[in-house]
Structures are given as C-alpha cells and as structure tokens.
C-alpha cells in the first residue's frame, strides 16, 4: 500500500482541507502581532500606554494584539505604526513560488529595514521580527 500524501507539500494539505486562506491569515497576523510586541519592548512602552497613545481602550488593543483575531483594519494598522515610528507597506502580486505573505517593517526615520517576516503556503506561521505590513497575496 503506498501513501498518497508521500511528496505533497503542507500548502497542498491546507488547500485540500478548504483551510489554506486561513493559514494564510494568521500567519499574517502572528507576524503583525509579534512585530508590534518586539516594538513596545524596544520602545520600553506598556501594553496600557500604548492604548492611550492610541487613543483606544485595552481591550481594543488586545484585538490587534491577538494573533488568531484577524480582523485588525488597515486605519488601526496605520495609527498603531505611526505611533511605533514604523511604516506600513502593503501590496498585492502574482509571482511564481515567491511569498504568499510578507511583512515588512521599517522605521519611519529612513534607517534600515530592521524586521521582516515571510509566510509561504506551505508554512503553518511567519517568522517574525519588528514592524510594518506589506502583505503580498499569491493571487493563485
């Protein structure tokens, strides 16, 4: 009896399964949610000043700070990078066998890049570091 699964990639599973867009998703929002508590901590800030500097209550930040919520809105993304000193870049393309999801995070100041997280189809999660969004859809 042979494995039919021998030689299938994670991605092919996830697809199979009606589950590869959700992957996708919380990989997405792991590395957002990871790269904003990396920058709190740079930055010495608490989970309740940031809030205020925010403008928005804990709870609302705990929502953008929950990995598997992944409704965090662009507007919220935006306000949240501008008052980590970071930006926010995303984006759309097509390419072969590139990343599905990217985040990208840079500092407004114009130093270096200093985090980036890849997420590809096949990955269950990104590997995270500091800062802003580019989010580059496989449109596959």
């Known amino acids: ?18 589950e590869l867009e959700e992957v996708k998703r919380l990989a997405l929002k792991k590395g957002i949610a990871v790269t904003i508590l990396d920058r709190l901590a740079e930055l010495s800030l608490t989970k309740a000043e940031f809030a205020t500097k925010l403008r928005t209550s804990r709870s609302q930040l705990d929502r953008l700070l929950d990995p598997d919520d992944t409704s965090v809105t662009l507007r919220t993304l935006v306000r949240a990078a501008t008052v980590l000193d970071l930006e926010v870049e995303c984006g759309l393309r097509a390419p072969a066998r590139a990343p599905v999801v990217s985040i990208f995070l840079s500092r407004r100041s114009g130093t270096p890049e200093f985090g980036r997280a890849h997420a590809y189809a096949g990955d269950v999660g990104p590997v995270a570091t500091p800062a802003v969004c580019s989010g580059e859809m496989n449109a596959a």
Do not use: D, P
């Open 1 to 18: 009896m042979t494995n039919k699964h021998i030689g299938s990639s994670l991605e092919s599973l996830f697809e199979e399964l009606g």
